[in-house]
């Protein structure tokens, strides 16, 4: 008889068999992160299924992503200001090449 291990997902709570869980230690930290907001008791220790993991895994990337469109937005903002002061600038010294 084959004793098969049971795992207990830390997340979802339910029992996984070995092929079905990760252990929490090989998880990147970043990903880590994400989870711990979620789950606060989230323990290096423990385990948690494919599942749960392909989840906080989206989830992350979508932060990456989000974070990145706001710097993004931030720089064309600068650039579209800098922009409008050259304008300026450009008008004052035609301008003042007409007064001359
Ligand atoms: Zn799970």
Known sequence: MVTQET????ICKE?????????????????????RKEYPSWSRE???CHADLNRFRAHY????LEKEKDE???LE???????KNMNI???ISISNLTAS
């Open 7 to 10: 795992y207990v997902c830390q």
């Open 15 to 35: 029992t996984k068999k070995q092929h079905e869980v990760v252990p929490a230690a090989s998880i990147h930290e970043s990903i880590g992160e994400v989870i």
């Open 46 to 48: 423990g385990y948690i």
């Open 61 to 64: 990337v979508r932060e990456i």
């Open 72 to 74: 993004l937005s931030t």
């Open 77 to 83: 903002e600068k650039i579209a200001q800098s922009m």
């Open 89 to 91: 600038r450009q008008k």
